[in-house]
């Protein structure tokens, strides 16, 4: 497998966010833009993507199989870093055959699909679920879905290094909390490693409480050798993943309007809008600094309506 150079590590600017509502609260927000890293590699995909690639290079693997849903963002990124960087790729779909955009991106990419249904793909977590497949291709080394696990997180700790590098040109000697959307919680994990201890984290929860993210969280951090940072989930979800209203895609279309950030409603629009409704309620003293990171995903934007 080929791996990009050792130095190539993808920057995001740390940029002030400016909307009215924190302004009235007095709360200062940055949001660190790492939907803009790379065109197609983008968000925390590539975060968490970097120590799995480096574990299958060091195991000799020609590729990497990994799972997800017909519009995934980490399907994307892990197809399009397959092709940019010349490494074979396999994605095991949720469901049956559809022609999403980001389908017709994966085959164009040149991942290699199998649909699983939806008993099949609920059989993820089982043991022996890998087993076929490792049979199918020996040469692939397998990541979770969404390039979750340890090796996950622990490639996220890369965001933390970019925004304390960034903090000076905002005027900011320090900051008192993250913000982030959450999935399955490794991200945040991998900033509460991190950070250990120094700021609060809060998730967003873009999936309902019961879809396992507070124990994904606890199992990566119990793995931790030091100090974590504690963090706080909020349902952000709005009766369920990928459930969009029409409050919600008035909100994004006016923070971009205002603010010229390009949201997506899955997960970074609403992120950005439980945060209005905490900083709305008073969750945030006056004066309390921000870093939101906006974790991409708007390849995923594409054919998304409001539904009732
Ligand atoms: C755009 C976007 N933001 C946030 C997340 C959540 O990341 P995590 O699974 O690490 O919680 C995902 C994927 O799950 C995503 O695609």
């Not at 799972?67 to 396999?90: I, M, P």
């Not at 929860?205 to 993210?213: F, K, M, R, T, Y």
């Amino acid at each position: 497998m080929l791996l990009p150079p050792a130095n190539w590590l993808p920057q995001a600017p740390l940029q002030p966010l400016r909307l009215d509502w924190l302004e009235s609260a007095g709360v200062e927000v940055a949001i660190l833009r790492l939907d803009q890293i790379d065109p197609l590699i983008s968000g925390n995909k590539w975060f968490k993507l970097v120590e799995h690639l480096k574990t299958a290079e060091r195991a000799g693997a020609e590729g990497i199989i990994s799972l997800g849903g017909a519009h995934s963002n980490h399907l994307h990124a892990l197809a399009a870093a397959g092709k940019r960087l010349g490494f074979k790729t396999v994605g095991l779909l949720r469901g049956h055959p559809q022609d999403t955009s980001t389908v017709e991106d994966l085959h164009a990419f040149g991942m290699q699909l199998h649909w699983l249904g939806y008993a099949g793909y609920r059989a993820r977590h089982e043991a022996g679920f890998w087993t076929p497949w490792q049979e199918r291709y020996p040469t692939l080394h397998a990541v979770p879905e969404g390039g979750g696990g340890l090796a996950g997180a622990l490639g996220c700790a890369a965001i933390m290094r970019q925004v304390d590098e960034q903090l000076a040109k905002l005027g900011w000697d320090d900051f008192d909390a993250w913000w982030l959307a959450c999935g399955t919680g490794t991200t945040l994990a991998g900033l509460a490693l991190a950070d250990s201890g120094k700021r609060s984290l809060y998730g967003a929860l873009a999936v309902p409480n019961d879809h396992g993210v507070a124990p994904n969280i606890e199992s990566i951090l119990a793995q931790a050798v030091g100090p974590v940072a504690s963090y706080r989930l909020i349902d952000a979800s709005r009766r369920g993943f990928a459930k969009v209203d029409q409050t919600l895609m008035t909100f994004i279309e006016q923070t971009e309007q205002v603010s010229g950030v390009p949201l997506e409603p899955l997960y970074t629009g609403k992120a950005l809008l439980a945060l209005k409704q905490l900083v709305e309620s008073g969750g945030f003293a006056a004066g309390t600094r921000v870093v939101f990171v906006h974790t991409g995903g708007l390849q995923g934007r594409r054919g998304f309506a409001a539904t009732p």
